[in-house]
């Protein structure tokens, strides 16, 4: 069945530096990435969509120059939290979608911590 | 945009009682009602799905319904057991044919089953 890799599990980071985030979708081509955060005891909240090639759209509130997102392949999208703060530790997970559609599939997810 | 609403947040079951989880939808163009199962730390998990040509769909001891002129679709776990404690998540989303759609998430059900 469809895998999405997401990498790395479990990252914590210094306040103010910037942390990268992977998900490779393994033995399908991913048309268009979802990026969700998800705090404690909560529900998984869309951040952005993004499509192979194009700029991301971002959920309202969301702030684009924090949260960069790339889609440069059908393969590989990335997520990179710039200037990272206490506030924003929290689970990151994407899930990639295909055309035609069989389904979401979710990546493992990233718990981020910033210390 | 779409809004899920999702009932009760929390449910507690003997062990072989059934559980009934419901959520509600606001748009009324969503046409695919996926269910996933979240454990702690980790990604949700499909446990089943429903499109809205059909009104109800089983598969062993889960059983999802959807009423579409109320916008409401109800999660139906027979038989529970106690591994099927976890949290459960409905959503929704707009014609999943087309990749872009994203998916909108209640907020979550915690499910004990009590052995």
């Known amino acids: 069945g469809a895998v999405v890799s997401q990498h790395p599990s479990r990252v914590i980071c210094k306040s103010g530096t910037s942390v990268k985030i992977e998900c490779r979708s393994l033995?399908?081509?991913?048309?268009?990435m979802f990026w969700y955060r998800q705090f404690p005891k909560q529900s998984l909240m869309l951040m952005a969509t993004?499509?192979?090639?194009?700029?991301?759209?971002?959920e309202q509130g969301v702030e684009k120059d924090k949260f960069l997102i790339n889609h440069a392949s059908l393969t590989l999208s990335t997520l990179t939290v710039t200037s990272a703060h206490p506030e924003d530790s929290s689970f990151y997970i994407c899930?990639?979608?295909?055309?035609?559609?069989?389904?979401?599939?979710f990546g493992s997810g990233t718990r981020l911590t910033v210390v | 945009g779409e809004n899920v609403e999702q009932h009760p947040s929390t449910l507690s079951v003997q062990e072989g009682d059934s559980a009934v989880i419901k959520c509600t939808y606001s748009?009324?163009?969503?046409?695919?009602f996926p269910w996933y199962k979240q454990e702690l730390g980790k990604r949700p998990q499909l446990i089943i799905d429903?499109?809205?040509?059909?009104g109800e769909k089983k598969d062993q001891r889960i059983a999802v319904t959807l009423n579409k002129t109320a916008k409401h679709f109800s999660l139906h776990i027979t038989e529970t057991q106690p591994e099927d404690s976890a949290v459960y998540f409905c959503?929704?989303?707009?014609?999943?044919?087309?990749?872009?759609?994203?998916?909108?998430f209640g907020g979550g059900t915690r499910l004990m089953v009590k052995p």
């Open positions: 748009d009324s163009a969503s046409n695919y």
């Open positions: 429903i499109r809205s040509n059909v």
């Open positions: 033995d399908f081509q991913a048309t268009t």
């Open positions: 899930s990639a979608a295909r055309t035609p559609f069989w389904g979401y599939t």
């Open positions: 959503a929704a989303s707009p014609n999943p044919n087309n990749a872009g759609n994203m998916l909108t």
């Open positions: 993004s499509n192979e090639g194009s700029k991301a759209t971002y």
